[in-house]
């Protein structure tokens, strides 16, 4: 093995990132009896990739670079456009309310909210209960997933007097405009 070897092999470490025991190379190039003149060349040649080595490890920072930062979430493919179907007029109120005008023949609500929890499934019943005829507003829970509302007004013999159906509320759509869908009513 020559000297030219021994160096190379520190060139190649010291290129990888790696540190050699640089000991242990000056003792092999001692070891192969070289004539003094050579083996004092070897030697100044093996300080300078030393010295490379070392000025490489004073700019290499200390520590690992960050972590990439995450990739922004999506948002979901299927967005729900906010709809209304009914004979009755709803719109936005203070807040998350949604109101209407009172209907001296409506004698109760009913009132159902539903959400849809995956964009492709259906919508599951989260909250439902009845409202007296005098109400004219509700709070809606709104949030990521799309909501349906169902106010039902019915008349003191239980018939169907007024209705709607708003879907697709979330609190991003909420000041959207609301496309109204015809009715057969």
Known sequence: ???????????????????PDWKALRDRIRALRLGRNAQRDALQRLERVG????ARASVTPKTPPPAPAPAPLRKPVLRTRPTIT?????????????VWRREPSVTSW??????????????EVRKSGE???????VELPLGD??????L???????????RAIVSGLTRETWTERWQRRASAS
Do not use: C, F, Q, W
Not at 3 to 10: K, L, R, S, T, Y
Not at 51 to 54: D, F, G, K, N, S
Not at 86 to 98: I, K, Q
Not at 131 to 137: K, Q
């Open 1 to 19: 093995m020559e000297a030219d070897e021994v160096i190379d092999e520190a060139r190649a470490l010291v290129a990888r990132g790696g540190t």
């Open 51 to 54: 010295a490379v080595h070392r």
């Open 86 to 98: 009914g004979n009755m007029d709803v719109r936005r109120g203070d807040g998350d309310a949604l």
């Open 110 to 123: 009913e009132l159902r909210v539903s959400a849809k929890p995956d964009p492709r499934g259906d919508y």
């Open 131 to 137: 409202l007296p005829g005098e109400a004219t507003s």
């Open 145 to 150: 997933e799309p909501l349906r509302v169902h």
């Open 152 to 162: 039902l007004g019915r008349a003191r013999n239980g018939r169907l007097v007024r």
